[in-house]
């Protein structure tokens, strides 16, 4: 799951940016060197340490100041700055990272395309976190790292519809993610036919079978929404991934928490592992944007709409 969503959500921008030239020169070369059995990995570079969901905030954007700067230079733009939580940035190779114009403001964010072995680019950290352990939350540091002015992606100043659109088309594997971790694994059942309280197993109680059924019908709720908004993310809408993302990840975590509840003594014990999908789940939360900020997009995208109906309602 992390292989392939870490490193399809660097590549993204370079297959959103509608340019055939990018995914023949940038990215075809990335799958060929997969396929001669020498991985190469893409990083999603936006995250920085003084700012992370707040800059998606229109006020947040507008009072935040950059912390990855490009300085235009011969034949392109020197990067300067820091960024973290990066997935997988402690082993890529190339990475899309995101900065905005020297002397101007957030809305010149624009994407670059780096080389993580170019002279100035360091991993300076990788963090201890409390789950999905399997891909590095790297920081990294830019110290006046070239790019060449072809390795713009997207086109100046567009950064963030490229972000935007990225997310966009991201949220709902995310999503998909909240399905396939907290699936009811066997332990819980068996757990409610083997122990047993007052001389019958415990499946025979009523409040068991209730829980066991409402993890059931979450799970089967969470895929279906899943299934629904993916046939339309061809043309994906923030309103639509969104909701998808934040509705399925926060249930996600509630069929684990009903599961360790179920499983009493034995839900934090390593070997059952429910303790590795709880604090795996978690993070589903927070990355692809918070939860919470995943709720003012809905709100944003649909804005519009319910403007125009309070004006016809004399509201």
Same mark, same amino acid.
């Given at each position: 799951?992390?292989?392939?969503?870490?490193?399809?959500?660097?590549?993204?921008?370079?297959?959103?940016?509608?340019?055939?030239?990018?995914?023949?020169?940038?990215?075809?070369?990335?799958?060929?060197?997969?396929?001669?059995?020498?991985?190469?990995?893409?990083?999603?570079?936006?995250?920085?340490?003084?700012?992370?969901?707040?800059?998606?905030? #229109?006020?947040?954007?507008?009072?935040?100041?950059?912390?990855? &700067?490009?300085?235009?230079?011969?034949? *392109?733009? !020197?990067? $300067? =700055?820091?960024?973290?939580?990066?997935?997988?940035?402690?082993?890529?190779?190339?990475?899309?990272?995101?900065a905005a114009l020297q002397g101007e403001g957030m809305d010149s964010w624009t994407c670059f395309?780096?080389?993580?072995?170019?002279?100035?680019?360091?991993?300076?950290?990788?963090?201890?976190?409390?789950?999905?352990?399997?891909? #590095?939350?790297?920081?990294?540091?830019?110290?006046?790292?070239? &790019?060449?002015?072809?390795?713009?992606? *997207?086109? !100046?100043? $567009? =950064?963030?519809?490229?972000?935007?659109?990225?997310?966009?088309?991201?949220?709902?594997?995310?999503?998909?993610?909240?399905?396939?971790?907290?699936?009811?694994?066997?332990?819980?059942?068996?757990?409610?036919?083997?122990?047993?309280?007052?001389?019958k197993a415990l499946i025979h109680y009523q409040d068991v079978q209730l829980h066991l059924a409402?993890?059931?019908?979450?799970?089967?709720?969470?895929?279906?929404?899943?299934?629904?908004?993916?046939?339309?993310?061809?043309?994906?809408?923030?309103?639509?991934?969104?909701?998808?993302?934040?509705?399925?990840?926060?249930?996600?975590?509630?069929?684990?928490?009903?599961?360790?509840?179920?499983?009493?003594?034995?839900?934090?014990?390593?070997?059952?592992?429910?303790?590795?999908?709880?604090?795996?789940?978690?993070?589903?939360?927070?990355?692809?944007?918070?939860?919470?900020?995943?709720?003012?997009?809905?709100?944003?995208?649909?804005?519009?709409?319910?403007?125009?109906?309070?004006?016809?309602?004399?509201?």
């Amino acid at each position: 799951m992390l292989l392939l969503s870490a490193h399809h959500l660097g590549a993204m921008p370079l297959i959103l940016s509608g340019r055939a030239g990018n995914i023949l020169r940038h990215l075809a070369p990335v799958y060929r060197s997969c396929e001669r059995g020498e991985p190469h990995l893409i990083a999603f570079a936006i995250t920085e340490p003084a700012a992370g969901s707040d800059v998606e905030d #229109g006020h947040g954007a507008e009072v935040y100041r950059p912390g990855v &700067v490009a300085t235009p230079t011969d034949g *392109g733009y !020197l990067l $300067n =700055g820091r960024k973290c939580f990066i997935s997988g940035g402690d082993l890529a190779k190339t990475a899309t990272v995101f900065a905005a114009l020297q002397g101007e403001g957030m809305d010149s964010w624009t994407c670059f395309y780096v080389d993580c072995g170019a002279p100035g680019y360091k991993v300076a950290r990788t963090e201890l976190k409390m789950g999905m352990r399997a891909s #590095g939350a790297a920081e990294i540091e830019l110290t006046n790292v070239f &790019v060449p002015s072809d390795r713009v992606i *997207g086109g !100046l100043r $567009n =950064g963030w519809a490229m972000n935007r659109a990225t997310l966009n088309a991201s949220r709902i594997p995310v999503a998909a993610q909240g399905v396939g971790l907290p699936r009811p694994r066997p332990r819980p059942q068996w757990v409610s036919r083997r122990y047993k309280v007052g001389g019958k197993a415990l499946i025979h109680y009523q409040d068991v079978q209730l829980h066991l059924a409402t993890m059931v019908a979450e799970t089967r709720a969470m895929r279906s929404l899943v299934w629904q908004e993916a046939k339309a993310a061809w043309q994906p809408r923030q309103l639509h991934a969104s909701l998808c993302k934040f509705h399925v990840t926060d249930r996600a975590q509630r069929v684990c928490e009903m599961a360790m509840d179920l499983l009493a003594d034995h839900g934090g014990k390593h070997e059952d592992q429910l303790d590795k999908i709880f604090r795996d789940v978690r993070l589903t939360l927070i990355f692809e944007g918070t939860n919470q900020i995943n709720r003012l997009s809905l709100i944003e995208d649909w804005q519009a709409q319910l403007l125009e109906f309070n004006h016809g309602v004399g509201v």
